[in-house]
């Protein structure tokens, strides 16, 4: 059976009078890539961070690494490996490009391999080792977003969550987005909870996706069928 590094159970979410999430339920397993896809507005991003425990859940249970974290905080999540690359990147700006990669690292427990995971981020994102004594304000915006992915991978994690990494990128840098997804995935072996408004380009990558209406999971299943599904395919692919 496989094992499952994060799932929410029954889960719901509310902005005061505001209900948010109501109810929802999924899994991602362990090794793979999970897509949670829906409009704006859907509920996403309020999903990651009720996981992330920015927002508190108002009722169901979230279990990382099989523990209930329904009592733990956001600190408490990174340390044990539970990162997340939050929407519109939310980089240091007065701050440098190799500060902001050490910052990612400040909560880990394994202070060692530090070198080398650094030279690993410089290795899949050159242009930051170019840029690294730079002030990340001074950076695109596409260096930025790989600038909080870098930040992110500095703390060792075991499990991430993407939140639109695509938004606001040239064509050519979603795509090498997607491939740098692919490759921490694969690669690294990072499993991956993946938030994007490019529904065909997630899918592609993805093993199992979700469709978020109105803060209900309308629909799940394996990417490829959910690739495939007419309503799918009308309401988010334009096809």
Do not use: V
């Given at each position: 059976m496989q094992e499952i590094s994060l799932e929410l159970s029954s889960v719901s979410a509310a902005y005061g009078?505001?209900?948010?999430l109501s109810n929802i339920s999924l899994q991602v397993p362990k090794g793979e890539i999970v897509a949670l896809l829906g409009s704006n507005g859907a509920g996403k991003?309020?999903?990651l961070n009720v996981i992330s425990r920015m927002v508190r859940q108002t009722a169901g249970e979230i279990k990382f690494q099989g523990q209930n974290i329904?009592?733990?905080?956001?600190d408490d999540l990174v340390r044990q490996g539970l990162v997340q690359v939050p929407e519109g990147r939310q980089v240091f700006k007065d701050m440098s490009v190799l500060e902001n990669l050490?910052?990612?690292a400040y909560l880990r427990r394994d202070r060692n391999n530090f070198a080398s995971d650094l030279d690993r981020i410089y290795d899949i994102f050159p242009?930051?080792?170019e840029r690294r004594k730079q002030l990340a304000a001074t950076l695109s915006g596409g260096e930025q977003q790989m600038l909080a992915i870098g930040r992110a991978i500095m703390a060792k994690p075991q499990v991430m969550l993407f939140d639109e990494p695509s938004m606001g990128l040239s064509p050519l840098l979603v795509q090498h987005m997607f491939k740098v997804i692919e490759q921490l995935n694969q690669t690294y072996g990072i499993t991956i909870l993946l938030v994007e408004q490019n529904v065909k380009?997630?899918?592609?990558?993805?093993s199992y996706g979700y469709i978020?209406?109105?803060?209900e999971i309308s629909l799940e299943g394996k990417a490829s069928d959910l690739a495939s599904n007419e309503a799918v395919r009308k309401a988010y692919l334009g096809i």
């Open positions: 009078s505001i209900q948010a991003t309020t999903t329904g009592k733990l905080q956001s050490e910052l990612g242009r930051l080792s380009l997630a899918l592609g990558i993805s978020l209406e109105n803060g």
